[in-house]
């Protein structure tokens, strides 16, 4: 099967004219129009787009959906389908559902994610690598995909091969994070979730896996907590790994000391928000697909972002209501919300889903049809046609569904509730106990007329506590669930809604707003009339610093009367904040152990999981961590990210004054070398040569880097293992001076190889000594990329060149913007660094290497 090529009958755009409609629409919003065009306006491969704005997109949905819709009782038309969604105002298909529906240009599936793996047999080598492939072929179609290595055997285990001993979890996390690195998805890198039990003796490996800078940096990862360790953490008392972590007579056990355990957790996550937690009781607990563990669902792992737990090969696609939406007169005193509206559109969304996986299932037979006739052959296919068939089956009989919310904060502030306090998470509690009974009866009331899900079974729900509450509130509901069934297993969840709530022009999922005022930074051309020059950077280009409003916090000021058109200074923007509902009420502000009891209250009302960061200052201890912690165990959360300030770098700029302090650089390096540097060591492959890299280090940041050929007879023999030590210099630096590298063998020896120096091509010495006086006198890491990118030289050391940038691009901070380069996906300057890749704010597209 080939990709439709582009239709003589068909209206084509070009990206400028797209953008330029869509700009109009979105009211000038050039984030939006931007992240609308490169991301979900329908285009086909040779770069044709047919949409002109998401008005073009809303009629393609809505027609899709209506053809599905007429072959049941009942069916909504194209047109309500239509006023449901158009201008991203009630309902919000999201993510893939938005760019795959009706589109005939990919063959992608409509599922946001998946969970994968296999029945005990994955410990194996052929089992992993089975795994490893699944993950590469649902990337490619789009998904983010989570799995769980619980299964893998502990580092030291006993194996039949010529290893002797089992190198345990973290080798396969690298190993499963460089696949996604390499897959692209139209500009995305693909998303991952690593998971395993706490209970497993690897665990502490895997919390600490991602603190190696550059080292597992395509995965998101979570630890499966239990109640047990809770417990013993609370309680300070032992706590017994064991693999396999599910059985009644395990091979390996070991007791431990909870508290160590949970420190690391918490260290960890306060030094770089990783890893998230995930309560596994609970989430057990909870679980209604659980309720047919025997049948295949068992609950093994989560998406990416956490919110959709899920059994292997199940997947589950997103939709967002806009809360804002709801709520009449906004930001006045006669602020009301519109219950009969909301309860409507519920119903409405519900069907919906159910409608996207019909069309789902289509995408699916499409999948199949596409492999079939692929010209590989049958064996190498196998894999490919198994998991697709494994989510047919999952999707056909359980029918999962992902209805979640965005605008939560703006709604509570249009409402004039501040969030975070008791009477705005009250209010919250409701909307979602609220969607929670409608969403049920919507699938109930399409189980009337359409059958209910092909396993379901009443009496394996009637003790769930998730039915139980449901019961409660709504007896009528549930006894009319025992008479017709639902037509989906499970059906809520609460996820971050990203790029969604840019082009709703909302405040994103259930978090409150970021910021409600913010700066931006425009560059000054030379030409450019009466701009403004703020500040020159370090290369001399002018910039002038803009102050943006988040969309809904400029609605307040239109609504009460402030001048929208006023150059606004400092003090007055912090004023106009104080008096808003947004103040106190942004990421920053918002308590967060208040934060985490509302979650856990609206939890109790999403049968899935909740996608929310608890945001907590810098100067934050670790032991309030921890606190926020145990505090999100014992109110029912299922799982728990933690953002401490500054942990990771930002990209919006802080719309407060500096601090003097603050505005004082970094203690510069020594210009003179310490005789002893700790060192890291990059590996990488420029055409057929093996590379390594030397990177000295003082405070965590590059002093000094030197290369050369790896691994083969002239070159520098280091184990492969080898990913740290000491650079030893025994002499002052001159031409002649010779460097030591040191290092611990396997058995905690210190090797030393000597005369490092004298391996080195003289070539490559020479510029790493330029290059590393560079780095020894202060310029920004990525100042020295992009001087080694501009150098001029011949052919034959160009991989040289290549590689040593590779290696420190590692080292520049998250967050950092890029200048005179061009988004090779949409050709935007605004790029910035993230985990050593070129990343486009606008388009998302990232470029590493």
């Known amino acids: 099967m080939e990709i439709t090529k582009p239709s003589e009958n068909k209206t084509t755009y070009t990206s400028d004219e797209a953008y330029q409609q869509s700009l109009e629409y979105f009211k000038g919003d050039d984030l939006a129009a931007r992240v609308w065009v490169n991301k979900y306006a329908l285009k086909d491969s040779y770069g044709a787009i047919f949409e002109a ?71 194996s080598y052929g089992g992993i690598m089975k795994i490893d492939q699944e993950q590469v072929q649902l990337m490619k179609r789009r998904g983010g995909v989570g799995h769980d290595l619980s299964h893998i055997r502990p580092k030291g285990s006993p194996v039949k091969n010529s290893a002797l001993t089992s190198t345990g979890i973290v080798p396969f996390m690298e190993r499963f994070s460089n696949s996604t690195r390499e897959v692209a998805q139209d500009g995305r890198r693909g998303a991952l ?17 991602k603190l190696e800078q550059g080292k597992v940096t395509g995965a998101n990862v979570s630890v499966r907590i239990d109640d047990a360790f809770m417990r013993a953490v609370e309680a300070q008392q032992p706590y017994t790994q064991q693999y396999p972590i599910d059985s009644k007579t395990p091979v390996y056990t070991k007791e431990i000391d909870p508290t160590a355990l949970w420190k690391k957790i918490v260290h960890n996550a306060w030094q770089s928000a990783e890893p998230g937690i995930l309560f596994w009781d609970t989430i057990i607990r909870e679980s209604l697909p659980d309720c047919y563990a025997d049948l295949g669902y068992k609950t093994v792992s989560t998406n990416p972002c956490g919110e959709i737990p899920l059994c292997p090969y199940d997947s589950c696609r997103l939709l967002a209501i806009n809360l804002f939406s709801y709520v009449e007169n906004p930001f006045t005193k006669k602020a009301s919300f519109n219950w009969e509206l909301f309860k409507k559109h519920i119903n409405a969304a519900q069907r919906m889903m159910d409608d996207i996986i019909d069309l789902e299932l289509e995408k699916i037979d499409a999948i199949l049809e596409k492999i079939n006739e692929d010209p590989e052959d049958d064996e190498i296919k196998r894999t490919e046609r198994n998991l697709w068939l494994n989510i047919q089956t999952k999707a056909r009989e359980g029918r999962r569904t992902g209805i979640g919310i965005t605008a939560e904060g703006d709604m509570l502030a249009a409402l004039g509730l501040r969030y975070g306090s008791d009477e705005g998470s009250e209010f919250s509690v409701e909307i ?6 409608e969403a049920y009866r919507s699938s109930v009331n399409t189980a009337k007329e359409r059958g209910a899900f092909t396993i379901f079974d009443a009496d394996r729900e009637k003790n769930n506590p998730f039915m139980l509450r449901l019961k409660e509130a709504d007896g009528q509901l549930y006894y009319e669930m025992l008479e017709h069934g639902r037509r989906n297993i499970a059906l809520l969840t609460i996820a971050p809604t990203g790029t969604t709530s840019l082009m709703s022009q909302t405040s994103s999922g259930i978090e409150p707003v970021f910021m409600p005022v913010y700066k931006r930074r425009r560059k000054v051309n030379p030409n450019d009339q009466d701009a403004r020059v703020d500040f020159v950077d370090e290369v001399g280009d002018s910039w002038e610093e803009y102050v943006v409003f988040h969309h809904r916090f400029k609605q307040w000021m239109e609504v009460n009367g402030h001048d929208l058109t006023k150059n606004y200074g400092q003090k007055e923007l912090d004023d106009l904040v104080k008096q808003s509902p947004y103040y106190k009420a942004t990421s920053n502000d918002v308590d967060y152990l208040k934060k985490v009891k509302m979650q856990g209250a609206i939890q109790k009302w999403v049968d899935h999981s909740i996608s929310v960061t608890i945001n907590m200052p810098n100067d934050v201890t670790e032991e309030l961590v921890g606190e926020c912690y145990l505090e999100a165990w014992k109110a029912g959360c299922k799982g728990v990210t933690v953002y401490r300030d500054g942990s990771r770098s930002g990209v919006l700029i802080s719309n407060e004054e500096k601090k ?45 880097i030197f290369t050369g050929f790896a691994d083969d007879e002239d070159g520098i023999l280091i184990p492969r293992w080898v990913n740290e030590g000491l650079i030893i210099k025994n002499r002052e630096a001159d031409g002649s001076s010779r460097y030591d590298f040191q290092y611990k063998n396997t058995r905690g020896y210190k090797t030393t190889i000597e005369g490092l120096s004298h391996k080195f091509n003289p070539e490559y010495w020479n510029y790493a000594k330029l290059l590393s006086s560079t780095l020894r006198h202060g310029m920004p890491i990525e100042k020295v990329v992009d001087l080694i990118s501009s150098l001029q030289l011949d052919e034959s050391i160009n991989t040289w060149k290549n590689g040593v940038a590779r290696a420190l691009k590692r080292y520049v901070p998250d967050g950092t913007e890029v200048k005179k380069q061009k988004c090779q996906n949409c050709n935007s300057t605004n790029l910035l660094y993230q985990e050593g890749c070129l990343t486009c704010k606008d388009c998302g597209s990232s470029k590493c290497g």
């Open 193 to 209: 979730m690593l998971s395993v039990a706490i209970k497993h003796p690897d665990s502490g490996d895997f919390i600490n896996a």
């Open 660 to 704: 003097e302090e603050d505005k004082i650089s970094n203690t510069p390096f020594p210009t003179i070398r310490p005789q002893i540097l700790e060192a890291e060591i990059v590996r990488f492959q420029n055409k057929k040569d093996k590379w390594i890299a030397f990177i000295g280090l003082i405070d965590d940041r590059p002093y000094e």
């Open 432 to 437: 979602h106990k609220t969607i929670a009974l």
């Open 53 to 123: 704005t998401p008005n073009d997109m809303h009629r393609r949905i809505a027609s899709e959906i209506a053809r599905i819709e007429v072959r049941y009782p009942n069916p909504m038309t194209e047109d309500e389908i239509f006023d449901l969604i158009k201008d991203f105002k009630y309902i919000i298909p999201q993510g893939s559902p938005m760019t795959g529906i009706g589109n005939p240009y990919q063959i992608a599936s409509l599922s946001n994610c998946f969970v994968i793996g296999n029945n005990g047999d994955s410990d």
